[in-house]
């Protein structure tokens, strides 16, 4: 069972950043496609962005259209940990956002809920106009 605890969500302007970080308890999560989705009141879950294991030490990152280019997926083997960097933060981005994993290498299917097999408790991320 992967455990996975999220941090450094928080109040922040319009324009401001926020980092969050994904604790993983898998010795193996250099494996790991991890994935970011975020939920916003009476909205739906969705995606916004992941970093997918392909082979050894490559790895492909995705985003969806409503963040790239403002929000920045990255790893951290030796730490077991996944990182979210989001600048130029828009009030629309307000939400709370999970962490999530799999053992499964995606692609055309990255975005899907039902392809992750473990998921975080959720941190807010609240952002003010």
């Known amino acids: 069972q992967v455990q996975l605890v999220e941090s450094g969500g928080g109040l922040v302007q319009a324009g401001g950043s926020l980092r969050l970080s994904c604790a993983a308890s898998?010795?193996?999560?250099?494996?790991?496609?991890m994935g970011w989705f975020r939920q916003a009141p009476g909205k739906e879950r969705e995606f916004v962005a992941a970093?997918?294991?392909?082979?050894?030490?490559?790895?492909?990152?995705y985003y969806a259209d409503s963040v790239k280019g403002r929000f920045t997926v990255s790893r951290d083997n030796a730490k077991n940990a996944v990182y979210l960097q989001m600048n130029s933060l828009k009030p629309e981005d307000t939400a709370v956002y999970y962490c999530?994993?799999?053992?499964?290498?995606?692609?055309?299917?990255?975005?899907?809920?039902?392809?992750?097999?473990?998921w975080g408790q959720g941190t807010q991320v609240t952002v003010s106009s």
């Open positions: 999530a994993a799999t053992l499964t290498s995606l692609s055309r299917t990255v975005g899907a809920i039902e392809e992750y097999d473990y």
């Open positions: 970093v997918s294991w392909i082979s050894w030490s490559t790895y492909n990152t």
């Open positions: 898998e010795r193996t999560f250099s494996r790991y496609t």
